[in-house]
Nanobody, 115 residues
Framework: QVQLVESGGGLVQPGGSLTLSCAASRSIFGIRSMHWYRQSPGKERDFLATITSGGTTLYADSVRGRFTISRDNAKNTVYLQMNSLKPEDTAEYYC?????????WGQGTQVTVSS
């Protein structure tokens, strides 16, 4: 059974930065894309960013220019570099890896932006 484990969340002041990591317990054949989502209490889970196997990236309007998604295939890890954080970025952040017939989610990591 494959597990995705997020790390890197925590408390940060407005304007600060954090880098989230999502590591797979093993290499997963057939994975095409890796994604980041977030969810605040009482709200739906929102898409943030995608990176494909070819390195193409896509971002939600709310984070474009502030967040950067990247991947290290050798380490089976995807990252989310978050800059210029705002209080409204406070949420549980989830990674997702998907491919043909494959869909894996991590357990989430909390990010709190507050002074």
């Amino acid at each position: 059974q494959v597990q995705l484990v997020e790390s890197g969340g925590g408390l940060v002041q407005p304007g600060g930065s954090l880098t989230l990591s999502c590591a797979a317990s093993r290499s997963i054949f057939g994975i095409r894309s890796m994604h980041w989502y977030r969810q605040s209490p009482g709200k739906e889970r929102d898409f943030l960013a995608t990176i494909t196997s070819g390195g193409t990236t896509l971002y939600a309007d709310s984070v474009r220019g502030r967040f950067t998604i990247s991947r290290d295939n050798a380490k089976n890890t995807v990252y989310l570099q978050m800059n210029s954080l705002k209080p409204e970025d406070t949420a549980e952040y989830y990674c997702r890896w998907s491919g043909l017939g494959l869909d894996y989610w991590g357990q989430g990591t909390q990010v709190t932006v507050s002074s």
